[in-house]
């Protein structure tokens, strides 16, 4: 632990100069562009990717509309848990940040001052890939990629280690993954209840015929019923 919380492998320390040092010979804009995207750009494409991923559900209708909605709301949940789980993990490790111990690295965004493992920005972002996943895999191989790319951004800014990054995508894999069988047992009910009141069509779509109405059977007196008289008269 003590060696982890030092520097890590010389690996680790070795990839961390490695990725960074792509930013020294970058123009500045550039560098300026990746710090607003490893820091909030990326995540907003994720959050924007979740709700293509509803609005997409909702058009599509169908018989797994309810439990594809209980998995888009579980994947915020799961990137909220993914961070509270993090406090203690992070607390006990206790790393530094990469630039508290190595000299020379182009830090592209300041007050950074918490510890380093493991990455909040990557588990937060591995759980929003992985529940989107869980609705939809076109939409969830996306959001995974958009983590990734994350990971990386996070190393390129000078701000993690490559193991930070690795822990961070690990965890909220863990989280979103091995906690959706709870999560979807407690949401679908839920989303369910939603789809079958009046706001249904709105939230969830055509999960059922009418949007959360009863299906309308034809009456009786319809096309091809006997008049009122003649079943009198066949009685």
């Known amino acids: 632990m003590a060696g982890l919380a030092e520097s890590g492998s010389n690996a680790d320390v070795d990839l961390l100069y490695d990725i960074n040092g792509l930013a020294d010979g970058a123009p500045r804009w550039f560098d300026r562009a990746m710090a607003f995207v490893g820091e909030y750009g990326l995540l907003i494409a ?28 579980w994947a915020p949940l799961a990137a909220a848990l993914a961070v509270v789980v993090n406090v203690p993990i992070r607390d ?14 182009d830090v592209l965004v300041g007050g950074k ?20 996943f869980v609705a939809d895999r076109r939409f969830g191989l996306a959001g995974i990629a958009l983590a990734l790319f994350e990971g990386f951004c996070r190393v390129y800014m000078g701000v993690h280690y490559p193991t930070d990054v690795v822990g961070g995508l ?10 959706a069988p709870v999560a979807m047992a407690a949401l679908t009910p839920v989303v369910g209840a939603v789809g079958r009141s009046a706001y249904g069509a709105w939230f969830v779509g055509g999960c059922e015929p009418g949007a959360g109405e009863r299906a309308v059977v034809p009456s009786a007196r319809g096309a091809g019923a006997a008049p009122e008289g003649e079943k009198d008269l066949a009685a």
């Open 113 to 132: 001052a918490g510890y380093s493992f493991v990455s909040d920005h990557a588990a937060l972002a591995m759980a929003l890939g992985v529940g989107l």
């Open 170 to 179: 690990a965890l909220g894999t863990a989280v979103a993954l091995l906690l």
């Open 92 to 105: 006990f490790v206790a790393r530094p940040r990469p630039f508290v111990d190595h000299e020379g690295l």
């Open 46 to 73: 994720l959050v924007l990717l979740v709700a293509g991923c509803w609005w997409s559900v909702r058009r599509r209708g169908g018989e797994d509309a309810v439990t594809s909605v209980a998995a888009l709301l």
